[in-house]
């Protein structure tokens, strides 16, 4: 524990992802007392094997349920979502009801419960394809995906939120994040574990689109610090954030740099380009640097070769975690 940081009380919800669980192992470790609301529809309890929390298994969707996981907490750190714009395409309704009903959800039962703030996941895909770069929050957003909207109007409940109820809210606009304990086996994962797992296992690597597409690559210990940060800082309230590192490389580039760190060559497969995809993405994060001296502390190239040794290290199956069962709340798992 921190002895000069007093011991507070967190929901992280979605606290079994790959953001959610680092968040988590951040606070245990610092003393603070976690409670994690998740269903496990895409996190994994593996992933919080070893940390000290306090397991709530329901869904954002149940608003009694939420209702009783923030009750007593001083902030919330709402990272559920489904996070895949390929599945929102699919599955409209299903992003809509998990991203922004849940949302709202948290908003409400934060707001009825005295919560004090809310930090929650926003994302890049807000922006859609303007060839304007870097992004700045200022600029119009064009969403290209159910699920770009989703976050969006979360958004601007969460503006709402603030400024007819006083709630603290402030949106973070995530930027390609990655980093160890990142699903690679899903249909849905991102783009870093899938390439991992495809030059470890020889297998084809498939690139959607001519490769030249860029991205604001961004390692989980700067998005956990981010987080820390727009939790305490008086000036973020109400404001949404851009959080990256401010640089971009194309899938090209970022293929180049894990066949150097797997030390082995990719088979790489073009196929076309998905629908809502964006081209080009980079962030401006100046406003994040005022608001809450954020700064990246772990460049994309640390970031790429310590991601690659955890995933060489790790097993790609693992045991579920020994996290003692709570009493469910309000139902849906």
């Given amino acids: ?3 000069s940081i007093p011991t507070m009380k ?32 895409t996190g994994k309890r593996e992933n919080l094997e070893g940390v000290e929390i306090r397991l709530i298994e329901g869904d954002i969707r149940d608003f009694s349920c939420v209702s009783e996981a923030v009750l007593g907490v001083d902030t919330v750190f709402h990272q559920a979502a489904l996070c895949s714009v390929a599945r929102s395409v699919e ?4 992003t809509h009801d998990v991203n922004t009903t849940g949302t709202l959800n948290v908003f409400e ?10 930090v929650f996941a926003s994302s890049s895909s807000v922006y859609g394809d303007s060839a304007s770069l870097p992004k700045e929050e200022s600029m119009p957003t064009a969403p290209l995906s159910p ?3 989703s976050k969006l109007v979360g958004e601007h ?21 990655f980093g160890p304990r990142q699903d690679p086996d899903s249909e849905y994962a991102a783009v870093i574990p899938k390439f991992l797992r495809g030059i470890r296992d020889q297998e084809e690597v498939q690139v959607f689109g001519d490769g030249s597409q860029t991205r604001d690559f961004t ?12 939790s305490t800082s008086p000036a973020a309230a109400g404001q949404v954030l851009n959080i990256a590192c401010g640089e971009r490389w194309s899938l090209l580039e970022l293929l180049k740099r894990l066949e150097s760190a797997l030390q082995r060559d990719a088979a790489v497969v073009f196929r076309d380009r998905r629908v809502g995809d964006v081209k080009h993405s980079q962030a401006s994060i100046e406003k994040a640097k005022q608001l809450l001296g954020y700064a ?14 955890e995933f060489l290290e790790s097993s790609s199956t693992r045991a579920p975690a020994a996290i003692p069962p709570a009493p469910r709340v309000g139902g849906m798992a």
């Fill in 157 to 177: 409940y969460a503006a709402l939120y603030w400024r007819l109820f006083g709630l603290e809210t402030v949106g973070l606009r995530y930027f390609n994040v």
């Fill in 147 to 149: 699920y770009a909207i």
């Fill in 296 to 309: 990246p502390a772990i460049d994309f190239d640390e970031g790429i070769k310590r991601t690659a040794a």
């Fill in 109 to 118: 039962a934060s707001r009825k419960a005295g919560v004090r703030r809310v």
């Fill in 10 to 41: 967190y929901l992280v919800t979605g606290g079994g992802g790959f953001i959610g669980s680092h968040l988590c192992r951040f606070f245990a470790a610092r003393g603070d007392e976690v409670i994690v609301l998740d269903n496990f529809s």
């Fill in 219 to 230: 390692y989980i210990d700067n998005v956990v610090h981010a987080n820390v940060a727009a």
């Fill in 1 to 3: 524990m921190h002895p």
């Fill in 91 to 94: 599955d409209p309704r299903t």
